[in-house]
């Protein structure tokens, strides 16, 4: 029931008057672009009292029929029930406040510029940071893998059997192709001192 309620207010809410709308805007006929704008302004009103009023009066008896009851009372030609409310309620207070509210509006938008770019800096101050704790990680991890395949050649072209690397590098002999070079050269070291 409460689906049917919300695809009925979603239709005859929202898409009828946006419909209706764009035919106002594209007929450019100005009585019903007013029309229109003031159930605009009606509606955006209502969805924004909705917001607080779902939580404080869900449980009151007929309150979604009475929300559908509304729209469709605003949405009437012949109640006109949109114009009534922003002719007597809206217009009135809106003008009457007009400069208060735009000069908390410029403020707003001075604040949330500020508080953007101060975030922004934070954000890019982090992850400026990050990438270079993961630059200076990932370089000593490179150095340290680069001077243990250093110090394997190194051993691996003297051909000394008796030289071993010191006991703060590991050397990591992954391939098959070291292996033999390091037995060759161990076999050849005891060869060349079996000949003299």
Not at 58 to 84: D, H, R
Not at 121 to 143: D, E, F, H, I
Request: hydrophobic share 40%; proline share 4%; glycine share 6%.
């Amino acid at each position: 029931f409460v689906v049917c309620l919300f695809f009925s207010r979603l239709i005859f809410g929202t898409l009828y008057p946006a419909y209706y709308s764009y035919k106002a805007v594209k007929s450019k006929d100005i009585k019903e672009y007013v029309k229109w704008m003031m159930y605009w302004i009606i509606f955006a009103l209502f969805t924004t009292a909705e917001t607080f009023t779902d939580i404080f009066l869900c449980w009151f008896p007929f309150y979604y029929e009475l929300k559908i009851a509304f729209v469709a009372w605003l949405l009437s030609p012949y109640t006109k029930g949109s114009s009534l409310l922003y002719r007597k309620f809206v217009h009135p207070t809106l003008s009457s406040k007009e400069k208060e509210i735009d000069d908390c509006l410029v403020q707003a938008k001075d604040r949330s510029y500020d508080a953007l770019v101060h975030f922004g800096k934070r954000g890019l101050n982090v992850a400026a940071t990050a990438a270079v704790m993961a630059a200076s990680k990932g370089q000593g991890a490179l150095s340290e893998r680069l001077r243990s395949f250093s110090m394997q050649d190194l051993s691996t072209i003297r051909g000394d059997s008796s030289s071993t690397v010191p006991p703060s590098v590991t050397v990591r002999t992954s391939s098959k192709q070291s292996q033999p070079k390091t037995s060759r050269s161990a076999s050849e070291g005891t060869g060349s001192s079996g000949k003299c």
